[in-house]
């Protein structure tokens, strides 16, 4: 019997973020004008759940007001 991974289960859900945020650019660029800078916008849309970001918890020094 082969257990399921489900880590591979989250593999495939990136590869569906990445074919979402082409799709999503070329529908943005398909409304501009060729030579437009909005063209050289790059998207990426990333479902937190899928994808192993590492929470940084760095602290920030402020100046006194």
């Known amino acids: 019997m082969t ?3 489900p ?3 989250m593999g ?3 590869f569906k973020d990445l074919a979402l945020s082409r799709e ?3 529908e943005y660029h398909s409304k501009l004008s060729e ?3 909005g ?3 790059s998207v990426m849309v990333l ?3 899928a994808w192993p ?3 940084q918890k760095d602290s920030i020094d402020l100046p006194p007001n």
């Open 39 to 41: 063209r050289k916008l």
């Open 53 to 55: 970001f590492t929470i």
């Open 3 to 5: 257990e399921y991974d």
């Open 12 to 14: 495939e859900e990136m």
């Open 47 to 49: 479902q937190r759940s």
């Open 35 to 37: 030579d437009s800078p």
């Open 7 to 9: 880590e591979f289960g």
């Open 24 to 26: 999503f650019v070329r």
